[in-house]
């Protein structure tokens, strides 16, 4: 296996993605979909936690080598954020949702100043929002955002277009490839089930409905 295809089984064996392509999870949005992520079961496993630790570490190197400060989307990318601005002995801070309604109202926490220049770290991509959302509260301090790292992406059409819209690049440890492939290899799922994901992935608004009309 590959680096990508290995922590892709990792992260199965744990739970931390679920592929169910015959009996569907239903999301927060009410979407039904073929697999669930959640990513944070890694932070209860230290030996897969400082494997995904090392490995967005390394990715920021190769791919962000001029940034000075790690900047992690709240809630789960401020545990990743903190371990990999450690190892790179970097300046960490997150950014929430929205600002705060008290205090100094405060959507990014921690020390920025304008000029320096950001990697968002993210675990899960899906259409984009959180992290694209944090990359604007960054700049508009004055901070240049290099892009974004997650650990997995659904690799969705609308994730691909938001960050391209918002000129942003996005580095995986692993992908939705290298998810099906393991998944085969370990037994979850059998060959017939890769088209059934596909289609997921390619439309997941009318992957219910077209899965209905087949049956």
């Not at 209860?44 to 630790?53: G, W």
């Not at 309604?101 to 990697?119: F, P």
């Not at 492939?181 to 409905?209: C, K, M, Y």
Request: aromatic share 6%; with cysteine.
């Amino acid at each position: 296996m590959d680096k990508k295809t290995e922590l892709a089984s990792k992260l199965l064996d744990i739970g931390a993605v679920s592929l169910q392509p015959n009996d569907p999870f239903t999301w927060s949005s009410g979407l039904k979909a073929p697999i669930y992520c959640d990513n944070r079961l890694t932070l209860s496993f230290p030996a897969l936690r400082t494997k995904i630790a090392e490995a967005y570490s390394d990715n920021i190197r190769a791919h962000f080598s001029e940034a000075d400060i790690v900047a992690g989307t709240a809630t789960a990318g401020i545990p990743h954020a903190a371990l990999v601005a450690d190892r790179l002995d970097m300046p960490m801070v997150y950014v929430r949702g929205k600002a705060k309604g008290h205090g100094k109202q405060n959507q990014i926490e921690g020390s920025v100043s304008a000029g320096q220049k950001a990697v968002v770290v993210e675990d899960l991509i899906s259409t984009g929002g959180s992290a694209i959302d944090a990359a604007k509260a960054l700049e508009a301090e004055g901070v240049e955002v290099l892009g974004i790292v997650a650990i997995f992406s659904y690799g969705l059409a609308i994730g691909e277009r938001n960050l391209a819209e918002a000129e942003l690049s996005l580095e995986t440890l692993t992908d939705f490839d290298a998810l099906i492939a393991a998944s085969i290899h370990n037994g979850v799922i059998v060959e017939e089930d890769r088209d059934v994901l596909r289609t997921w992935q390619w439309d997941p608004e009318t992957w219910e409905s077209a899965m209905k009309a087949d049956r």
